[in-house]
């Protein structure tokens, strides 16, 4: 990404920006104090569900969406084909609480992982468990490079030093307060960068001489406002009907039924009913907000348009950020520069802190020994701060081999390759009620194998992934269960 020439905000506007990060990381440090690892793994399960729905929103929706996607509806060609995606997303919820909710609910489980040992055995949940800490890393690791160029360009500050500010700010609430920290602070995070989004759709639409009716006929007069595209959108790079619909499914069964990420939310709540209705209608706030983000977008090319620029000249992922660097008033700018950390804060504090919990749990425990919830808390703690530290590590890595891709692309298909398999493997767990370790070993590294063979030989669209990581995982695990079945018959 290059910089953007004259964006260092002024001080008014770092003083917001200064006063944000402040008050986040005080107000978590006080909101979630604990004193084992099950206070600050899983909150003590005493969350009720409109704390968990917007944890949920604002964990998803990280600066990769909150700057990218308005992109997908700036561009020459651009639209509102991102909401099909959001449409797979609300039934993938769905199948989530009817089918996976309730495995989460039997007993008293820290982690999603835990499921894995009950149906096929310790090293299945083990690797599942390298599997999430691995690929979840990674996407997270993206996402914070993102925000740490825009760091960069706001403060005039190097982008190792914006990388390490945002990453041990995050790191600071989220390893002393724990989950219930996250949660709440996500519940503001939420409210602040929606305020920004908002208040930027008001100021677009009053700088159009015609106002939103100007905008709403551009968006006709472009076709911007299409949502609805038909064809399977096998080839890289498009999202149609049936893509969105059957990739999201996919893609949110296997984030929001799988993921740790999501899973750690449900195992905070009271009971099995408050989870429920906090999955259930997080989708509908997805959809919502997806638009608004892509209305943003729509917004930007008809400003650009008026002024007499050409929106070709502008790459889809730096509109918004242009926007936000040299065309807002004092003091927006700066809630608009806290509105990005947000969203980027929401998913880090809670990447760090479920990856966390996934390391102790899944791990560090099996293998070694029991923690007392003292000793639990003290590793829960130190596991967060090394979280932190190896996405940061990413991030940096990332932006040193030049990486130059659509951001919103690689992450949703780095999470799509491995939740995936994940899907496939609770579904072959669930179909056969136990398997054998092998099964549930090969049927990780065949879908695993599938995945990466499809996505460097092939231009299959990334919202195929999950679906095609799933049925190979199911099919490769069935079959050598049966195997294995008809071998110890005999």
Known sequence: MTELEGFVVGGFDLLVVVLYLGVTVAAGMWLGRGESDSGFLVAGRSLAW????LSIVATETSTVTFLSLPGKSFVEGGNFGYLQLAIGY???RLIVAWWLLPEYFRGELFTAHEVLQRRFGPRVRRAA???FLGFRNLADGLRLMLTAFVIQEATGWSFTLSVLVLAGATAAYAAVGGVASVIWNDCAQFAVYMLGAIVTLIILAGRLPGGAEQMLDFAHSTQRDQWFLGGLGLERGSITFWSGLIGGAVLSLASHGVDHLMVQRYLCAKNERQARIALVVSGPVIFVQFAIFLAIGVALAAWHTSTGRAVADTPGDKAFLEFIAGSLPPGVTG?????VLAAAMSTLSSSFNASAGVAVKDLIEPLWRPLSPQEGLRWARGATVLM???QAGVAIAADRSGYDRAVIDSVL???GMATGL??????????RGTAPELAGLAALAAGFAACVAIRFTTDTNWPWFPLIGASVT????WLVAMMSAKSQAV
């Open 50 to 53: 409109p704390a968990l729905m």
């Open 90 to 92: 609300i039934f993938g």
């Open 129 to 131: 468990s390298l599997l």
């Open 335 to 339: 809630l608009l520069v806290a509105a």
């Open 388 to 390: 932190a530290v190896v």
């Open 413 to 415: 298909e780095i999470a």
């Open 422 to 431: 994940l899907v496939g493997l609770f579904a072959l767990g669930t179909l």
């Open 474 to 477: 199911l099919a490769v695990g």
